[in-house]
């Protein structure tokens, strides 16, 4: 290691999450896994504990410009962030300066020492039941004004007024008197510090990264660095579409990363993203893989210890282990087997989502192939269209190339060329789409396997089928309830509990659920994704009433309320969000679990540093627990009230014992209690 290097830190426990230095560059505050803020003075490498956080890490640690006090957001024991300021000495000990009644972080100091910068959300936003944040300025003393306390008319007009000619020279202050008000140490009214806040001009939004820089103040807003100036009182733009910046010291100048790059500017409104981008073309670093590949073993083992949600990590001796598979790393010879090693090291805890994610290693450039949305048949020495998939062709993403307006191709057709050349059954098809999604291609098709009478379809293939074949599968479930059911019972597939997931609820539920007397949610092959109590909380909602108006039936509140029974389909593909779906359905008592046991892993990811090629190992941080305190679903998964094998046999022979059952289940249950339907308008009122 050369001489200018060395450790500063050694054996905190916990891995550094963030660290700042103070700008008299004698001491360093950081915050690790343990959720400390700690402090490190640079000359003694001396440690010491400036503050704690109970339930998460704590955040944002920024300095006073005279090193005396740092500043940082801590979670408070009711959930909310609040802003804290700690002195760099012993006393006085860390005080709140803002409620614990709404959220509020990214502090930063002036750096002449009269404001304290947050951002807060406090302005409530209806549609979407939530608070927005604004920018808040708290003075520091009960003696410093609102940065927008009225402006004198006369002070206004005296900057305006010419200097008269026979006037003395203004008196001047010494260089060693600025300098001795540049060192004047901070001093902090802690007393009344909330009733002095003050929110600063601009709208509701998404506001963060705040650094406080000479008579302004820098923050991103939405891929933006604007620029809020104290005096003017005005916002304006310095950068656009960045991924974030940082400041030297002085606050002139500021490093910012765009599209991947990293670029230097002015810290002034109107600097051009792109520009001043540094000349990092020619940089090369010398890596030796195998010291490389040590260092991440040693990271992936490091990252499990503090990231994990138990902190006796399944009751495993995590050190012992660490010895046990380190001897292999020194023989690895490829980057594969390093991730080999540390699926082993994560696999002795027995736990789902422990992923491990290559980084740097060679991989082979793939060229997609064009898909046609469609099954081709062999039929003699051509191929026919045996079936065509529907696609809602608005959405790109869910575009079917045959089905596209203008597009004359039928299910039967012989496909008999593909832009000029000619295709037989002797040939694979999909090699003459090579390299052509999106592409204009012509396809030559025919009722009969000839070119007589042959016509040309001009068609723009796309990468996948998969979305189509799904939408296929949903739709003859959907098809198969309906006619089992004479239109009784309705039908909802959840592919997973993310964006696509929710939509595929709400978009599908909602037009059903005030024609249908019952319904079956399907959570089979649910991959997960999120917390799904938004979804079961949708199945859930009872009507409350119902509005009367005019020449209409009666409408119910909430909209698309429903009180009809139902049913859930799940199996052993139902993963994470698809574990906790059933779970939460059962939960709320909507109704039976019908089919195998889901597949058992409710941990939970959340965050997580990289390893230096850009690799990972994801370690789960959180994990299930029921209302009693007991561990569940995690390596049991959620148990059917009505088990149901899908036998493969069935299944290929066009039947679905899940859904058949289902039904059953359902058309039973109506026929004990009946559908429940809206009431017919009352009689009007007489109130005369």
């Not at 499990?304 to 009751?315: E, K, T, V």
């Not at 997609?368 to 079936?387: N, S, T, W």
């Not at 000619?422 to 999604?437: A, G, H, M």
Request: charged share 30%.
């Amino acid at each position: 290691m050369p001489e200018t290097q060395e450790p500063l830190t050694r054996g905190t426990g916990a891995w550094i999450l963030d660290h700042a230095w103070s700008p008299d560059s004698k001491k360093i505050a950081f915050t690790d896994k343990l959720n400390r803020l700690m402090l490190v003075d640079v000359a003694s490498k001396a440690v010491s504990e400036v503050d704690r956080c109970a339930e998460d890490n704590i955040q944002g640690a920024q300095w006073s410009a005279d090193s005396a006090w740092i500043t940082y957001a801590k979670t408070s024991p009711n959930g909310f962030d609040c802003v804290w300021i700690a002195s760099a000495g012993d006393k006085p000990a860390p005080k709140r300066v803002t409620t614990d009644h709404y959220n509020s972080d990214s502090p930063t100091f002036d750096p002449e020492g009269r404001y304290l910068f947050f951002t807060s959300a406090r302005d409530f936003e209806l549609d979407r039941l939530r608070f927005r944040r604004r920018l808040y300025a708290l003075p520091l003393r009960k003696d410093v004004a609102s940065p927008l306390a009225p402006e004198s008319d006369e002070e206004a007009g005296a900057k305006k007024k010419e200097p008269s000619t026979d006037s003395k020279p203004a008196e001047t202050k010494p260089a060693d008197s600025k300098a001795a008000d540049a060192k004047k140490p901070l001093v902090i009214d802690f007393d009344g510090a909330e009733s002095r806040l003050v929110v600063l001009p601009g709208d509701p939004g998404q506001y963060g990264g705040l650094t406080a820089v000479k008579g302004a103040l820098l923050f991103m807003q939405e891929g933006t660095l604007k620029r809020y100036d104290l005096e003017k009182r005005e916002t304006k733009n310095v950068l656009e579409g960045i991924q974030g910046y940082a400041l030297t010291p002085d606050g002139k100048t500021l490093v910012y990363l765009h599209q991947g790059t990293l670029a230097t500017c002015d810290s002034t409104p109107g600097q051009k993203a792109g520009d001043g981008k540094l000349p990092l073309d020619a940089v090369r670093v010398r890596v030796e893989p195998t010291v490389e590949w040590m260092q991440m073993y040693q990271d992936a083992w490091r990252i499990f210890r503090d990231w994990f949600y138990d902190p006796g990590m399944h009751g495993s001796d995590w050190r012992a282990l660490r010895e046990k598979y380190a001897p292999l790393v020194p023989h690895i010879s490829h980057r594969n087997e390093l991730d080999f090693v540390l699926g082993e090291l994560a696999g002795e805890l027995n736990v789902g989502h422990a992923y491990v994610n290559f980084g740097d290693a060679p991989r082979v450039p793939r060229v997609a192939a064009g898909l046609l949305g469609c099954e081709l048949k062999r039929d003699g020495d051509r191929y026919r269209i045996a079936k065509i998939y529907a696609g809602e062709n608005w959405d790109d993403s869910t575009r079917s190339p045959l089905t596209e307006p203008g597009v004359d191709a039928r299910t039967g057709d012989f496909l008999l060329a593909i832009d000029g050349d000619e295709l037989t059954s002797k040939d694979n098809p999909y090699r003459l789409l090579e390299n052509k999604v999106g592409r204009q291609v012509t396809l030559l098709l025919n009722d009969k396997p000839t070119r007589e009478g042959a016509r040309e379809a001009v068609v723009r293939p796309i990468a996948s089928e998969q979305d189509l074949r799904y939408r296929d599968w949903v739709r003859r479930n959907a098809e198969r309830v309906d006619r089992l059911s004479n239109g009784r019972i309705g039908y909802v597939h959840a592919p997973n509990t993310q964006v696509e997931g929710h939509r595929r609820l709400f978009e599908d539920f909602r037009p059903q659920a005030r024609v249908k007397e019952a319904m079956i949610i399907d959570d089979r092959y649910n991959g997960g994704g999120l917390i799904p109590d938004r979804m079961a909380y949708a199945l859930a909602q009872p009507a409350l009433n119902y509005w009367s108006r005019r020449s209409s039936s009666l409408t119910v509140q909430p909209d698309f309320a429903f009180d009809g029974p139902m049913a859930m389909l799940i199996n052993g593909y139902s993963s994470s969000g698809g574990d906790a779906f059933p779970y939460y359905f059962r939960k709320l008592h909507l109704g039976p679990l019908i089919g195998k046991r889901t597949w058992g892993g409710l941990v939970g990811i959340s965050g997580g540093p990289r390893f230096v090629d850009g690799g990972s190992i994801s370690a789960p941080s959180f994990a299930f627990v029921d209302t009693a305190g007991h561990w569940a679903v995690e390596a049991e998964g959620v148990a059917p009230d009505i088990e149901v094998l899908d036998d493969p046999g069935r299944i290929q022979a066009g039947e679905d014992p899940s859904i058949e059952k289902a039904v059953e289940v359902l058309l039973a249950e109506l026929g004990k209690r009946g559908p429940v339907r809206a009431p017919e308008v009352p009689k009007g009122p007489i109130r005369k």
